[in-house]
């Protein structure tokens, strides 16, 4: 079953039902990474730091706290089980500009495990577990 709910490593197009959910800054400025692929492919909102825009779900990670990211993920997982008709594929949110380590994001998804509709990176997968 989890092998099946794996983000793929390079995510360029998707299917219509499928949500690419990215790290984010607190600002909504997406200039490197997941971020602005986001925005060139997926129709992220400059400006709009979390939630859906387009076919895309934003995540703060950048100039947050941890519990605060943790707060914000336990936000995205509710709105994921609220959309089962929506596929979430979920990148290594905040272990890029934003410096953390996905073995202290990873068990903030603990609660997506029990989601079928969301899909996490293998190494997120590899700390909760």
Request: hydrophobic letters at 45%; aromatic letters at 14%; proline letters at 5%.
């Amino acid at each position: 079953i989890l092998g099946q709910r794996v983000t793929p490593g390079w995510i360029e197009e998707m299917d219509e039902n499928e949500i690419f959910v990215f790290g984010s800054n607190t600002r909504g400025i997406y200039d490197g990474g997941a971020s602005f692929t986001a925005v060139q492919c997926f129709g992220a909102i400059v400006g709009q730091a979390e939630g859906i825009q387009g076919q895309s779900y934003a995540i703060p990670t950048d100039g947050t706290t941890l519990e605060e990211l943790h707060n914000a993920v336990l936000r995205f997982i509710v709105f994921a089980k609220a959309h089962p008709n929506l596929t979430f594929l979920v990148t290594e949110i905040g272990c890029g500009t934003a410096g953390y380590h996905p073995m202290e994001i990873a068990p903030f998804f603990v609660d997506a495990m029990r989601v079928p509709n969301i899909y996490l990176p293998k190494i997120f997968w590899k700390f909760i577990v």
